[in-house]
């Protein structure tokens, strides 16, 4: 079973950077062929696709992030990565890693918390 665990998450005000990273563990040697998401969660909100990255690194971005966020990999440790730039109060929330675009529900790690001041 694959193991999320997130980290990287913090306080910072409006227009800092953050950096978050995902540890996936038990994928044996499938990590490189598999397609990669970060999610965010606010409360009271559903969660959403913010960026997501394939097996061959096609990138899509959800519009409100498109130019501030980069995902990025890195397949020998088993990890990949979101460069947050620019941030905005909105960009407040819980970020979680799964796979994508059909994450099992019963895999997602604990999230890490990202909060912007203004």
């Known amino acids: 079973q694959v193991q999320l665990v997130e980290s990287g998450g913090g306080l910072v005000q409006a227009g800092g950077s953050l950096r978050l990273s995902c540890k996936a563990s038990g994928t044996g040697s499938s990590f490189r062929s598999m397609n990669w998401g970060w999610y965010r969660q606010a409360p009271g909100k559903q969660r959403e696709l913010v960026a997501s990255i394939t097996s061959r690194y096609g990138k899509s971005y959800a519009d409100s992030v498109k130019g501030r966020f980069t995902i990025s990999r890195d397949n020998p440790r088993g990890m990949f990565f979101l460069q947050m730039n620019s941030l905005k109060t909105e960009d407040a929330a819980v970020y979680y890693c799964?796979?994508?675009?059909?994450?099992?529900?019963?895999?997602w790690g604990q999230g890490t918390q990202v909060t912007v001041s203004s």
């Open positions: 799964n796979t994508y675009p059909s994450p099992p529900n019963t895999n």
